[in-house]
């Protein structure tokens, strides 16, 4: 199951590549730019709790104003072995609080929400036919 979850994780992250948009529309900030840890992951049926979990507690999402940077770390599958990292970056586009990612030159949205006034982030990913979501908080 962890395992699973690894290549469901990498392969969200397989297609980002993208340009920026740093402020909003009054000039602030944008929401996603931030320290964001992994606290749970859905998939489709219930939220599996991972913030106590070890490796999983060491997966974050950084995003600051030109990139965006997932570091996953998770169980090897194999007894006493340390934990797999992985980490991929790009860059991306907030067009009107809809967050995108440019692939082969195509505009695609990136499947992401914010919730709980910004603090919680939800990434939507499609991992064999299945929905699953990470759920970061900041």
Do not use: H
Not at 16 to 31: A, T, V
Not at 50 to 78: A, H, K, M, W, Y
Not at 123 to 136: H, K, N, Q, V, Y
């Amino acid at each position: 199951m962890k395992r699973f979850l690894f290549m469901m994780a990498l392969a969200a992250f397989t297609v980002l590549s993208c340009s920026k948009d740093d402020e909003g529309p009054n000039g602030q900030q944008d929401p996603l730019i931030g320290a964001w840890q992994l606290r749970a992951i859905y998939n489709g049926e219930e939220v599996i709790e991972v913030t106590n979990e070890p490796c999983f507690q060491d997966t974050r999402f950084d995003v600051n104003e030109n990139n965006l940077t997932l570091f996953i770390s998770v169980p090897s599958g194999q007894p006493d072995a340390s934990c797999q990292t992985e980490s991929q970056s790009a860059a991306w586009e907030n067009d009107g609080g809809t967050y995108y990612v440019i692939t082969d030159g195509e505009r695609e949205p990136l499947g992401i929400s914010l919730n709980d006034d910004n603090q919680t982030l939800q990434l939507s990913i499609t991992f064999d036919g299945e929905p699953f979501a990470l759920i970061f908080r900041k």
